[in-house]
């Protein structure tokens, strides 16, 4: 299967501090990519489907201005999340593939601990 | 109602028996449906895609029936490294992207 990478797989960050999270599509172009979130126990909850190109589109709930993403090139896309707080410890995991390829293939995924 | 819903769970099985899970999904338009699965503190990976007539890969079966809008996933033989969660996700294609199920957790025990 297609493989996604995701970059840091851990971040301990201060409250207040912005965490960039890259999510690259190492073996294909990916014009789509997706933004999970997985908090302990729970299911998978999507944030936001990235456009290359284009502006993402957010999920109901999820704040736009708080949860930046920027999908630059068809292998790499970034969510940044800005002035994080303890609340925003989470398991982050992105996607690549699905519409027409239905199929996802899923980073390693990013654990975020805000202190 | 929550748009796909699985069994609560958890299983715990012995090693060696047999185990289904469903999932249930309440829009009709949806296109294709998977199976994946998610070991602890990890990503979830594609177990199976399901399909209309029904596909096996070994000891596990997986099946659709759109009439009554559920998936099933059933494990022969369970092995201790099938413990895990089990989560089934269904697309609908026009939207692009894809809604899960909270999963159904599987402990396998010798």
């Known amino acids: 299967g297609a493989v996604v990478s995701q970059h840091p797989s851990w971040v301990i960050c201060k409250s207040g501090t912005s965490v960039k999270i890259e999510c690259r599509s190492l073996?294909?172009?990916?014009?789509?990519m997706f933004w999970y979130r997985q908090f302990p126990k729970q299911s998978l909850m999507l944030m936001a489907t990235?456009?290359?190109?284009?502006?993402?589109?957010?999920e109901q709930g999820v704040e736009k201005d708080k949860f930046l993403i920027n999908h630059a090139s068809l292998t790499l896309s970034t969510l940044t999340v800005t002035s994080a707080h303890p609340e925003d410890s989470s398991f982050y995991i992105c996607?690549?593939?699905?519409?027409?390829?239905?199929?996802?293939?899923f980073g390693p995924g990013t654990r975020l601990l805000v202190l | 109602r929550k748009e796909v819903e699985q069994d609560p769970g958890p299983f715990n099985v012995p090693e060696g028996a047999t185990v289904a899970f469903n999932c249930t999904y309440s829009?009709?338009?949806?296109?294709?449906f998977f199976w994946y699965r998610q070991d602890c503190r990890k990503e979830p990976k594609l177990l199976m895609s399901?399909?209309?007539s029904g596909n096996e890969d070994g000891r596990f079966t997986a099946q659709l029936n759109r009439a009554s809008q559920y998936i099933s996933l059933l494990i022969r033989d369970s092995k201790l490294s099938d413990s895990a969660t089990y989560l089934c996700?269904?697309?609908?294609?026009?939207?692009?992207?894809?809604?899960f199920g909270d999963g159904t957790t599987l402990t396998v025990k010798p």
């Open positions: 996607s690549a593939g699905g519409g027409l390829r239905e199929t996802q293939y």
């Open positions: 073996d294909f172009q990916a014009t789509t």
């Open positions: 990235s456009n290359e190109g284009s502006k993402a589109t957010y």
């Open positions: 829009n009709s338009a949806s296109q294709s």
């Open positions: 399901v399909y209309s």
């Open positions: 996700v269904v697309n609908l294609r026009d939207a692009g992207k894809s809604t």
